[in-house]
């Protein structure tokens, strides 16, 4: 989204790459401008950790991240549920992600290639290639498409990875690794 963000955690900074790749986000920021809460009778002072829009709604979501163990302790809970509360009364929502959420299945990892890759990199004079052979095959591996045509498999990635994120071919990134066995479709 084209900004530098700042962050205090791992977690957070794991959370970044699901916003920045996720369809249904239009924006984020980290550290908004927060508000206050009532907690055992006093005004309590929230910075939340995130700050995002969803396209949807276009309406703004504060995000907390915390270690899963530490989102189970009774006072977290206790204080993260005025915290919801104060949110709803302004016409927001607040929601919590932990590691199991922000670091599940091989998605992670896969983003955080997509965005290794996704750089700058102008398209490769092979583009319609690697495209045509995944047109072809239908079903095929990054791998296999660097040993048919003959190319790096860094290339082939760039290239896979900009198809993907144009939209021009769909791969199960969820659930398959992208630099192992990905089988992309076209």
Do not use: W
Not at 10 to 37: M, N, R, T, W
Not at 78 to 85: I, P
Not at 129 to 153: C, G, H, M, T
């Amino acid at each position: 989204m084209n900004q530098i963000i700042t962050v205090e955690s791992s977690l957070e900074y794991l959370a970044c790459f699901h916003f920045e790749y996720s369809d249904d986000i239009v924006s984020f920021e980290s550290q908004p401008k927060g508000f206050c809460y009532l907690f055992n009778d006093k005004k309590c002072r929230y910075t939340p950790d995130f700050k995002i829009v969803f396209k949807k709604s276009n309406s703004p979501c504060f995000v907390e991240i915390k270690p899963y163990a530490k989102a189970g302790h009774p006072d977290f809970i206790t204080r993260f549920s005025a915290k919801v509360e104060t949110a709803r009364a302004i016409n927001s929502n607040l929601i919590l992600l932990t590691e199991k959420k922000l670091s599940k299945g091989p998605y992670i990892s896969n983003l955080k290639i997509f965005h290794r890759y996704s750089g700058f990199h102008e398209e490769s004079e092979h583009a319609l290639d690697i495209f045509n052979v995944i047109k072809e095959y239908k079903i095929i591996s990054i791998q296999d498409i660097a040993v048919k045509l003959r190319l790096e498999l860094t290339l082939v990635m760039i290239e896979v990875i900009r198809l993907l994120k144009n939209k021009f071919i769909s791969a199960d990134i969820r659930n398959e690794h992208i630099n192992q066995l990905l089988n992309v479709r076209s």
